[in-house]
């Protein structure tokens, strides 16, 4: 080394112009310090590092309300990796799937997961010792509750048309997860709104459900809607009406006799709606006072009606003795 130098040296003074010798010196010592701290910051150190803590694969029915952030880690790295570690800290990500829960709290080992915890340090970074190498947690265990879902809709159909049936939802029923003042203010969960103009066709989409607030986790975070629509016509049917609890030897007579109902009924079954399928009746011992009229109420419909409606739904009466 002694020769080298003063060879570099001999060099320098016959190269190197005299009043830019010293500035030449300054980058070659600059440069000869760049090329020893290199050298010296890539060897392997071993040292103690704080490492931030965060958590994965919490249950969903459980908070963590007490969970220390950070642990002690005795390293095994290169100098250079070591030093951006004390300089801008290194965060981890703990795995609970392995921990052991109780009702109030939840105990992780890290050693464990040691090989797992490496993997989220710089290339060949080891872990020696944890301190502490069991975490413990205080956790709270939430509760679940089944609640229907409610479908909102805005729908406009074309005209003539309308669902054979009310749409169905899969699932029609989610598991709610929250605290036990969550839960008792949630009677359901709403989806996101489903807008529809100028239907005519059968359908089947995937609607998101809406969480609300402080609820931790749904059992479902979608459901399907299915529906089927077909034409409808107006149709109307007249029918007779019948009179409850009449007394003995007590002729009444109506004035109308029959009312006709009127709805709206798929094109395609309207020979599978007839008169028969309905039935009216008026009581008469619901007459009150002096009144005159009485009230009509339908006894029977035919499930393929839609829209119904009556007429008249009062009547007249006169009672013979």
């Known amino acids: 080394m002694p020769g080298s130098f003063i060879r570099f040296k001999q060099w320098a003074n016959r190269w190197v112009p005299e009043k830019s010798k010293v500035q030449f010196f300054l980058v070659f010592i600059g440069i000869s310090a760049l090329f020893w701290g290199l050298t010296r910051l890539s060897n392997s150190y071993t040292t103690t590092v704080v490492l931030d803590m965060n958590y994965d694969n919490i249950p969903e029915d459980v908070i963590l309300k007490k969970a220390p952030t950070s642990v002690v880690a005795t390293l095994e790295a290169s100098g250079f990796q070591l030093l951006l570690y004390q300089t801008f800290g290194q965060e981890i990500t703990v795995d609970l799937e392995s921990a052991l829960f109780d009702e109030t709290t939840a105990k992780v080992d890290l050693l464990l997961q040691r090989n797992f915890l490496e993997t989220q340090l710089f290339e060949n970074g080891r872990i020696t010792l944890l301190n502490p190498s069991t975490v413990g947690l205080e956790i709270q265990r939430l509760e679940t509750k089944r609640v229907p879902v409610s479908l909102v809709s805005q729908i406009e159909f074309k005209k003539g048309f309308n669902y054979t049936a009310l749409p169905s939802l899969q699932p029609d029923t989610v598991s709610v997860i929250g605290?036990?003042?969550?839960?008792?203010?949630?009677?359901?969960?709403?989806?996101?709104?489903?807008?529809?103009?100028?239907?005519?066709?059968?359908?089947?989409?995937?609607?998101?459900?809406?969480?609300?607030?402080?609820?931790?986790?749904?059992?479902?975070?979608?459901?399907?809607?299915?529906a089927k629509t077909t034409k409808f016509t107006e149709m109307t049917y007249e029918i007779p009406i019948r009179i409850n609890n009449t007394a003995v030897g007590q002729t009444i007579r109506l004035f109308p006799q029959r009312i006709k109902i009127r709805g709206r009924v798929p094109l395609a079954l309207v020979d599978s709606v007839r008169a028969s399928d309905f039935s009216a009746y008026t009581d008469i011992s619901q007459v009150e006072g002096d009144s005159e009229t009485l009230p009509v109420f339908i006894e029977k419909q035919s499930p393929l009606l839609r829209s119904m409606r009556w007429s008249p739904k009062q009547v007249n009466f006169l009672i013979r003795q």
Do not use: C, Q, W, Y
């Not at 949630?186 to 969480?211: H, M, Q, W, Y």
């Open 179 to 226: 605290t036990p003042v969550v839960l008792n203010e949630i009677a359901s969960i709403r989806t996101i709104p489903l807008v529809k103009s100028g239907l005519d066709r059968n359908f089947s989409e995937t609607l998101r459900l809406e969480i609300p607030n402080g609820v931790n986790a749904l059992s479902h975070r979608v459901v399907v809607v299915t």
